[in-house]
């Protein structure tokens, strides 16, 4: 390590990287791109490729706290990052692809979701569509949909709008192993979209678990031998969750408290599957991006 660094001080010139930057400066190309000049971004509200995404801002505070949520989501093992956030062909068919057919785009060609993952509306349509994924709080339940307690079935980003219209807490409850695969950050950004103020799971994949915190959402490990199929819950259940702030803190028990239909009421010691005191933090400021901004010297207007 020594000899690297030795041989790095003496090919580094500070000099060479003034030279290489008055070179792109001086690009025609460069200097004839059409560029803004405003302090901020001004997002453009008739793109369909880039539009502002709810969560780039201070947000609305922590997903913490004690509450009582519907399951808008129920899954088993293995659901991957491709499972959960869509990359493949639009289909005109689908509620993303109508949304931009709506907005002028050709049906015949919509391009794929990860050219569109700038368009978090686009994204918001796509999630969870994948065809083998199979939502358990109903038989025959379209993927990317969910069934809301008047039985009506609905796509997940409309429920997740009338379940916020109506002041309802949600969370999502999967089984072993959820959110392998690649570390999509869509995943994470899709489940704090659709307003999951939690994940409970059986067990987590370790980059998911932490881009989950990074969007404020509190991931729950099951205790063992409970899994999605043996809590056969039910979109009448209410899932009570005792996330108190003050009590916060890496690999705490979490009081979950199952009230069936009929008054039943389950209780599950759920572990907060959180690992270090930043991530404690992370979800107390409400996410990443929220904690980055309070320590900026911004004023809150931006």
């Known amino acids: 390590g ?91 068919t689908g509620e993303a692809g109508q949304y931009l057919i709506d907005r002028g785009e050709n049906p015949r060609d919509l391009n794929v979701f990860s050219s569109r993952r700038g368009n978090w509306e686009v994204m918001l349509r796509g999630l969870f569509t994948n065809r083998n994924v199979r939502n358990l709080l109903g038989p025959d339940i379209l993927p990317g949909s969910t069934v809301l307690p008047d039985g009506q079935v609905l796509p997940l980003w409309r429920a997740a709008a009338r379940y916020h219209a109506q002041g309802q807490p949600v969370v999502i409850v999967a089984g072993e192993r959820y959110g392998m695969g690649s570390s999509r950050d869509w995943a994470a950004k899709g489940a704090a979209l659709l307003g999951a103020r939690a994940v409970l799971a059986v067990s987590f994949e370790r980059i998911h678990r932490t881009n989950l915190i990074g969007m404020g959402i509190l991931p729950l490990r099951l205790p063992e031998g ?28 979490v009081a979950v408290r199952i009230r069936r239909a009929d008054g039943r009421v389950e209780e599950i010691a759920a572990t907060a599957a959180i690992e270090t005191s930043l991530e404690v933090e992370t979800l107390l400021k409400g996410g990443l991006l929220p904690l980055i901004l309070r320590r900026l010297p911004f004023p809150a207007a931006v």
């Open 226 to 253: 409970v899994t999605p199929a043996a809590l056969a819950l039910s979109v009448h259940d209410l899932i009570g969750i005792d996330a108190d702030p003050a009590r916060i803190s890496p690999r705490s028990p």
């Open 2 to 92: 020594a000899e690297i660094d030795a041989a790095l001080a003496r090919a580094t010139d500070a000099g060479d990287f003034a030279t290489a930057y008055d070179e792109a400066e001086s690009s025609r190309l460069w200097a004839e791109l059409d560029a803004p000049d405003t302090a901020l971004f001004p997002w453009d509200a008739a793109s369909t490729y880039i539009r502002r995404p709810p969560f780039a801002s201070f947000g609305e505070g922590s997903r913490l706290g004690t509450y009582a949520a519907r399951p808008i989501l129920v899954v088993g093992d293995d659901i991957t990052t491709d499972h959960i956030s869509p990359a493949g062909a639009i289909p005109a």
